[in-house]
């Protein structure tokens, strides 16, 4: 006897079955898929919203978009490139660095392309996920998230921006068709971005008015070609590099000291800061229109050379009356001031905090991950979440850094995950999920260290949430979050067996 329609088992309709799904293909989705590879594991897929591999790195495209981390320690501990041509790496460089991975290490036949993940929802009697894509659906024991938390650009909440009839884009979605040339442009935003895209299309539009609401902290960018030389003795003697590499991270890691332990010690980056400021802008009043008034660090410390020379130049404003609305040719201040533009560019970064993919990760019960972080975005060690069995995130919750390379932080999350993935398969498990209590006494923790960190200090920044809380950024040294994330600690987990029959909680901690 045939069984109905609704009885077909997910092979039978066509969806496929993978024991590993990952989101992304960012240094994190691609890092994850690295290191899977390189353990033995082919049974899985990377969905890719796109039709490239590089996540921030291929999104982000405006000009002049470059790293703020020195290009030796921006890059894979395990994929060292000896041939970076600048101290600082440029989008087109990075993303092809990520591109030459992808296809040294195997993962492009892995890559399921223009496949935005819509929705996934965890099966408790199958004890696995149920993930719908744009091109189609996946079951999967294991779903880890690489997508980062710099992929939902977000434009600014100001009245009027849907009547304004100029051209509107966010600078990572950059419109390369619009000729700015000859353009009355205005830019919101003075983050990290807008430093970097201003000096470039200054010297081509007739006005630039930058709109400030704070000006940001600026330490000098030293940026240069890397000689030949150099370059060909990282080849010859990779050890060579190595050691640049980490002669770069620990002076980096240095900041933290003063970020986390000891705010009073960025009084000196203040010093050279303000003295940048000064060599560059000769002008007292619109120097002091540039002069932050608020903590070093308490918001992400930018580096440049060629920002603060192009304000100057006469066809730039800055302006600091807050907005009162957009028009449909004009930006209105708060002192009634009617601003004629042709063109508006919003650098105003990204929904880190308010990030949409969580309401479509549903856990345990039907859960989505938005509602169980409704009251504050939280994770054990920014990678697992109760609730949500069998899932992983990189780049989660308070995993950011305000000083060194994100890189570092994604290969300690990877080291934890593939720890786990081979205790799950020693001991024959089907599912982990976190103690919720060991998540909730790990964010207490992180919550009190933060009280005594500079960016606590009283500025409004991305860092912080609607509470007030900073869930973005991690409160202490780098190689505490390694040492951390060494080995999987089985002991604060839930651990379901491998036999239906069997499938009662374990509670030996080994």
């Not at 200054?202 to 400030?212: E, G, I, R």
């Not at 054990?380 to 949500?388: D, E, M, N, R, S």
Request: glycine share 8%; proline share 5%.
């Amino acid at each position: 006897m045939s069984r109905p329609a609704t009885m077909l088992s997910d092979a039978e309709m066509g969806v496929q079955h993978v024991h590993i799904a990952i989101v992304g293909t960012g240094f994190s989705g691609l890092g994850m898929a690295i290191k899977l590879k390189q353990q033995g594991y082919n049974d899985f897929v990377v969905l890719e919203r796109a039709a490239d591999i590089g996540g921030t790195w291929r999104d982000n495209t405006y000009p002049g978009c470059a790293c703020d981390i020195p290009s030796h320690l921006y890059s894979f501990s395990f994929a060292l490139n000896p041939h970076w041509s600048r101290m600082y790496p440029q989008q087109r460089e990075i993303q092809s660095y990520l591109r030459q991975c992808a296809r040294r290490f195997g993962i492009i036949p892995h890559i399921r392309w223009r496949s935005e993940l819509l929705d996934a929802t965890w099966n408790e009697e199958e004890q696995h996920w149920h993930l719908t894509t744009a091109r189609g659906q996946f079951t999967a024991t294991l779903l880890i998230l690489g997508n980062g938390p710099l992929s939902e650009p977000s434009l600014p909440h100001i009245p009027g921006i849907e009547r304004f009839r100029g051209t509107l884009f966010h600078s990572a979605q950059w419109n390369h068709d619009y000729d700015l040339t000859g353009k009355r442009v205005a830019a919101i935003g003075t983050g990290a971005s807008a430093i970097q895209f201003v000096p470039q299309i200054q010297p081509h539009v007739a006005q630039l008015k930058l709109f400030m609401r704070t000006p940001p902290w600026i330490m000098p960018r030293m940026d240069h070609p890397l000689p030949h030389w150099q370059r060909t003795l990282f080849h010859l003697v990779p050890l060579t590099q190595r050691l640049f590499r980490t002669r770069i991270y620990l002076e980096h890691e240095i900041t933290a000291l003063g970020m986390v332990y000891r705010t009073d010690i960025l009084e000196k980056g203040s010093a050279i800061a303000k003295h940048h400021l000064q060599r560059q802008v000769s002008d007292p009043i619109l120097r002091a229109k540039l002069t932050p008034h608020y903590a070093m660090g308490c918001k992400r410390i930018l580096v440049s050379d060629d920002f603060y020379p192009a304000l100057v130049k006469p066809n730039v404003d800055i302006v600091t009356e807050p907005i009162r609305e957009i028009r449909e040719h004009s930006i209105v201040t708060a002192d009634g001031e009617e601003h004629e533009i042709d063109t508006l560019i919003c650098g105003t970064g990204f929904r880190v905090t308010q990030a949409q993919i969580p309401q479509h990760i549903h856990g345990r019960g039907g859960q989505s991950l938005s509602a169980a972080w409704q009251n504050g975005i939280s994770a054990y060690l920014g990678t697992t979440v109760a609730g949500f069995p069998n899932l992983f995130l990189l780049i989660g919750p308070n995993t950011g850094l305000g000083h060194n390379s994100m890189v570092y932080m994604i290969e300690s999350q990877l080291t934890y995950i593939m720890s786990c993935l081979s205790y799950m398969q020693r001991r024959s498990l089907r599912s982990i999920e976190v103690d919720a209590d060991t998540q909730n006494i790990f964010n207490a923790e992180l919550q009190q260290r933060m009280q005594k960190t500079v960016w606590t200090s009283g500025c409004k920044s991305w860092y912080l949430d609607a509470a007030g809380n900073n869930t973005t950024l991690w409160p202490g040294f780098t190689f505490e979050f390694r040492h951390r994330t060494r080995h999987f600690d089985a002991q604060n987990y839930h651990r379901f067996p491998q036999h239906q029959q069997q499938a009662t909680l374990q509670q030996s901690g080994d």
